[in-house]
């Protein structure tokens, strides 16, 4: 069965709660941009490029809904603005929703533009489209970059011969992050969802998920990624679904697995997601991402960032301007799941029913919590997108190129 992150058609949005993963599937109904904005700040939806899809397609819902209700086409627009700036303040590091409403705005103004005044419905219909292509657009490059990604590795890894190879991740960015699995049919004026037949893509996943269609992954080591545990328990759950070989280790493991089992295990490459590509290649992720990229230089490890070129910002020219938000220290001190318990065939188990919420720090202990950090580009071997892998010349990133040439 496949995993579906998304579910979606004209006027009706579903999400899967990312919160209640990996013991239980709960969809929740998006029903305006209100919905997207707390799913989004809750991360009940997370990874950069789901957020843009999620934030532009609830918003493609809430038009959907009451069409015609929001008076002229300047009316419209200016209506359709206001959702989209709002939107973006839900998650100000991930630039790909900053980037999707900058496109959305630039659709709308141009279909006000070309309207009657009185013709307020074409606006709407011009965003609902263009939401829609959104998502189309996404699916399809995500399996480029899997795919990309996959022969990159493969091509360093000639010099060992032809053994499997095993690669490291860092929280997730797979079905959970990116609705990979998910793919448009239009027929008229309807649009229909349904599972590809093939595995799913992701951004980073995508790429494990490519070596592993080749034949040739030994293990995907993923880290656990505190203090939200997406990777325990979102990438887990993902590699487990899809059975692909796969381990876990805590965050402060990977110096030693890769000093102690990379020889053994093969381990080539660590892979990761962006939620921001500075212009110079300097890289916002998930936090840990930094400290896994100076462990790479340091063990020899090729360090590979996948992500869309929705996520380059060529207007910021360096890490430094990148905006880094910072959670409540509350999410390092406590953690919350399902009671554990044995079945009736003596095996472990888990108690959905009986969510708990527990202290893991001393009471009143006071917490830094950055959620991302960012990893400077001469750590960084190569940025693989949806138009192939970019390396440095001359030792520096021209990430510009990406955009003079199509896939």
Same mark, same amino acid.
């Given at each position: *069965?496949?995993?579906?992150?998304?579910?979606?058609?004209?006027?009706?949005?579903?999400?899967?709660? &990312? +919160?209640?993963?990996?013991?239980?599937?709960?969809?929740?109904?998006?029903?305006?941009?209100?919905?997207?904005?707390?799913?989004?700040?809750?991360?009940?939806?997370?990874?950069? /490029?789901?957020? $843009?899809? @999620?934030?532009?397609?609830? +918003?493609?819902?809430?038009?959907?809904?009451?069409?015609?209700?929001?008076?002229?086409?300047?009316?419209?627009?200016?209506?359709?603005?206001?959702?989209?700036?709002?939107?973006?303040?839900?998650?100000?590091?991930?630039?790909?929703?900053?980037?999707?409403?900058?496109?959305?705005?630039?659709?709308?103004?141009? $279909?006000?533009?070309?309207?009657?005044?009185?013709?307020?419905?074409?606006?709407?219909?011009?965003?609902?489209?263009?939401? &829609?292509?959104?998502?189309?657009?996404?699916? &399809? !490059?995500?399996?480029?970059?899997?795919?990309?990604?996959?022969?990159?590795?493969?091509?360093?890894?000639?010099?060992? %011969?032809? =053994?499997?190879?095993? @690669?490291?991740?860092?929280?997730?960015?797979?079905?959970?992050?990116?609705?990979?699995?998910?793919?448009?049919?239009?027929?008229?004026?309807?649009?229909?969802?349904?599972?590809?037949?093939?595995?799913?893509?992701?951004?980073?996943?995508?790429?494990?998920?490519?070596?592993?269609?080749?034949?040739?992954?030994?293990?995907?080591?993923?880290?656990?990624? =505190?203090?939200?545990?997406?990777?325990?328990?979102?990438?887990?759950?993902?590699? +487990?679904?899809?059975?692909?070989?796969?381990?876990?280790?805590?965050?402060?493991?990977?110096?030693?697995?890769?000093?102690?089992?990379?020889?053994?295990?093969?381990?080539?490459?660590?892979?990761?997601?962006?939620?921001?590509?500075?212009?110079?290649? !300097?890289?916002?992720?998930?936090?840990?991402?930094?400290?896994?990229?100076?462990?790479?230089?340091?063990?020899?490890?090729?360090?590979?960032?996948?992500? /869309?070129? #929705?996520?380059?910002?060529?207007?910021?020219?360096? %890490?430094?301007?990148?905006?880094?938000?910072?959670?409540?220290?509350?999410? *390092?001190?406590?953690?919350? %799941?399902?009671?554990?318990? #044995?079945?009736?065939?003596?095996?472990?188990?888990?108690?959905?029913?009986?969510?708990?919420?527990?202290? #893991?720090?001393? *009471?009143?202990?006071?917490?830094?919590?950055?959620?991302?950090?960012?990893?400077?580009?001469?750590?960084?071997?190569?940025?693989?997108?949806?138009?192939?892998?970019?390396?440095?010349?001359? %030792?520096?990133?021209?990430?510009?190129?990406?955009?003079?040439?199509?896939?």
């Amino acid at each position: *069965m496949v995993l579906q992150a998304i579910k979606y058609t004209p006027g009706s949005l579903e999400i899967l709660d &990312q +919160l209640q993963l990996p013991h239980k599937e709960v969809y929740q109904n998006i029903t305006n941009v209100e919905d997207a904005w707390h799913a989004i700040k809750d991360m009940r939806v997370r990874g950069a /490029p789901a957020i $843009a899809i @999620v934030a532009a397609l609830a +918003l493609a819902v809430e038009l959907f809904n009451k069409k015609n209700s929001h008076g002229s086409s300047h009316q419209t627009k200016e209506y359709i603005v206001t959702k989209l700036e709002y939107l973006v303040t839900s998650r100000p590091t991930a630039v790909n929703l900053a980037d999707a409403a900058r496109k959305l705005e630039k659709r709308v103004t141009e $279909a006000a533009a070309e309207s009657s005044d009185s013709q307020g419905g074409l606006v709407e219909d011009s965003y609902i489209t263009a939401a &829609q292509d959104m998502l189309v657009d996404d699916v &399809q !490059d995500n399996e480029k970059i899997g795919s990309y990604g996959a022969s990159w590795i493969l091509k360093l890894a000639k010099a060992n %011969g032809d =053994r499997k190879v095993s @690669v490291v991740t860092h929280c997730n960015t797979g079905y959970a992050e990116v609705h990979s699995s998910w793919v448009l049919y239009q027929t008229n004026t309807t649009i229909f969802t349904r599972s590809l037949a093939t595995a799913g893509y992701g951004t980073a996943l995508g790429v494990i998920r490519s070596l592993h269609k080749s034949h040739r992954l030994q293990c995907a080591y993923y880290t656990e990624t =505190r203090p939200y545990n997406q990777g325990s328990r979102l990438t887990g759950y993902e590699l +487990l679904h899809d059975n692909i070989p796969c381990a876990m280790i805590t965050d402060s493991m990977a110096a030693a697995l890769l000093r102690l089992k990379g020889e053994s295990q093969n381990i080539v490459a660590i892979i990761v997601g962006a939620d921001r590509v500075a212009a110079n290649g !300097d890289t916002a992720n998930k936090i840990g991402t930094y400290a896994l990229a100076i462990l790479a230089k340091h063990h020899g490890v090729k360090f590979l960032v996948a992500a /869309p070129r #929705t996520t380059i910002d060529l207007g910021t020219r360096t %890490g430094e301007g990148i905006t880094i938000e910072e959670r409540p220290p509350r999410e *390092m001190t406590v953690m919350k %799941g399902p009671r554990t318990k #044995t079945d009736d065939r003596g095996e472990p188990a888990v108690d959905t029913m009986a969510v708990e919420e527990v202290s #893991t720090a001393a *009471m009143g202990t006071q917490a830094w919590n950055p959620a991302f950090d960012v990893t400077p580009a001469d750590l960084i071997d190569g940025i693989v997108t949806e138009v192939g892998v970019l390396e440095k010349e001359e %030792g520096q990133f021209h990430v510009e190129k990406a955009f003079s040439y199509h896939s």
